[in-house]
């Protein structure tokens, strides 16, 4: 071996035995932990977490119409209607509709999807008339979960781990959280929040991640639950389509 060698050879092995004894964990940030109230909600202010009801309006009928941004490209067009399908056919009930989004013609007041600074959406129908914004950001809100998620905002809902019951299900481990993110992790009162009588949902689509506003890597949520995940955006849990079908009158 020659010294060149020699050196690239010593090199390898002093790096091989640095990352054996000091490992590093990323941790890729969320592209709903924006800045907004609980990370993805707009229209409160994010030391408001006493009135997060104050808003929420149903939409009239379980209609909601929309508007997409001409600066989406088909692809995205295809992700946001994938999302609006999911939610619309898991609450579907003997083959009628219970929610439909429809694409606006004049009706006054209407959600406009935007691709703005990350994935948010108001909660529930506001009661001013006019453009209510949900925003969509690309690529990273492009999974269709994301956007059914966004939308359950849009028709009423909150995370699901502001239940007010959720000590009995969640550890919430606030020195992991960054600083100046903690408010979205606040829980409501029964005054304040109407969970329909439902059960926790660890699987629901509204439930954060077990790292969401993680300041090293290390868990913010644990399910009391061992066996439980947490923070999926694959599908519409049963639970989540059930509350949306109580909610808007559906069964």
């Avoid at 006054?108 to 999807?113: A, E, P, Q, S, V």
């Amino acid at each position: 071996m020659n010294t060149k060698q020699f050196f690239y050879a010593f090199c390898l092995c002093i790096l091989v035995t640095y990352g054996q004894c000091n490992p590093i964990e990323t941790y890729e940030k969320s592209p709903e932990e924006g800045d907004l109230f609980e990370g993805d909600i707009a229209g409160i202010d994010k030391g408001a977490a006493q009135k997060p009801t104050s808003s929420r309006v149903l939409w009239p009928n379980g209609v909601v119409p929309y508007e997409i941004d001409p600066i989406f490209e088909q692809s995205h067009i295809d992700t946001i209607f994938a999302g609006q399908k999911m939610l619309e056919d898991a609450t579907r009930t003997n083959g009628k509709d219970c929610i439909k989004f429809v694409p606006r013609t004049n009706e006054d007041t209407y959600i406009r999807i935007i691709n703005g600074s990350g994935c948010w959406s108001y909660v529930g129908k506001q009661i001013a008339r006019g453009e209510q914004q949900l925003s969509l950001k690309t690529p990273g809100c492009m999974v269709n979960a994301i956007v059914a998620h966004e939308f359950m905002h849009a028709l009423g809902f909150w995370h699901e781990q502001s239940r007010p019951d959720r000590d009995n299900y969640i550890t919430v481990m606030f020195d992991n959280i960054r600083d100046g993110t903690e408010h979205n992790f606040n829980k409501y009162s029964t005054n304040q929040v109407d969970y329909l009588g439902m059960p926790y949902d660890y699987e629901s689509v509204m439930h954060y991640g077990p790292k969401s506003f993680s300041k090293n890597g290390q868990p913010t949520i644990v399910p009391k639950d061992p066996n439980a995940v947490i923070g999926q955006r694959k599908y519409i849990s049963s639970t989540d389509a059930l509350e949306i079908q109580k909610f808007y009158g559906c069964i």
